[in-house]
């Protein structure tokens, strides 16, 4: 398997500009989760899915992020309108259950900067 | 609320044995997991204890006390890939990880 796959790698836009990350999970996983990565926050959990449904969002900073999974193979995670302060490394993950011993498998990120 | 306290930085030299501690404070808990980073890459997961006691692969080896809050990670025979950011991360009853803020181990030869 592929492992988990985003698009694209990196990022570069003007502030006010729509920005839209890509991922596909591995393949019979139930579960995608993305996240935020910064030096300030640390690495934290933006919102989830489970079966294509979004189980839980607490963690989308504003109405200026928005998620949605189509099919159990595609998820993407939308910035409209980006500013400054969304640059960081977004990380999809994917698994193959939500259990405690199931682990979370990480796509190699996108790095998005916002000018 | 929750948080989860690890060192931020552990130096340590090459084949040496090093402890990375964890403390935490969770409403609830599912789990203590541990994950390894790379500089400019991504999260991979290197352990798991749901019960007290010690988990061992390979050279890694994690152990959990729920009974202290406690958890630690240990690493042996170090290399110098290992020197990456190591974190303790939680897991709720809703399946959501938590990541602690890591600990960032530089090997030394």
């Known amino acids: 398997d592929a492992g988990v796959i985003q698009s694209p790698r990196h990022e570069v836009t003007e502030m006010g500009q729509e920005v839209t990350l890509r991922c596909k999970p591995i393949?019979?996983?139930?579960?995608l989760f993305w996240y935020r990565q910064t030096m300030m926050r640390g690495l934290e959990l933006l919102i989830y899915f489970n079966n294509n449904v979004p189980i839980d969002d607490s963690g989308m900073p504003e109405d200026r992020f928005s998620a949605k999974m189509p099919n159990a193979s595609f998820s993407t995670l939308k910035i409209q309108p980006s500013e400054p302060r969304d640059s960081a490394v977004y990380f999809c993950?994917?698994?193959?259950?939500?259990?405690?011993?199931?682990?979370?498998?990480f796509g190699p990120g996108t790095r998005l900067t916002v000018l | 609320g929750q948080s989860l306290e690890q060192p931020s930085e552990v130096t340590a030299v090459e084949g040496a044995i090093v402890q990375i501690n964890c403390t935490y404070q969770t409403s609830g808990f599912y789990g203590l997991s541990w994950y390894q980073q790379h500089d400019g890459g991504a999260p991979t997961f290197l352990s798991y204890n749901g019960l007290d006691g010690l988990e061992e692969t390979g050279r890694f080896s994690s152990f959990l006390s729920r009974s202290d809050s406690y958890g630690y990670l240990l690493l042996q025979e170090l290399q110098m890939k290992d020197s990456a950011s190591y974190f303790c991360v939680w897991m709720d009853s809703s399946y959501k990880l938590i990541f602690g803020s890591g600990t960032r181990l530089l090997v030394r030869p």
């Open positions: 393949s019979g996983h139930d579960y």
């Open positions: 993950a994917s698994s193959f259950s939500g259990g405690g011993t199931d682990t979370q498998y």
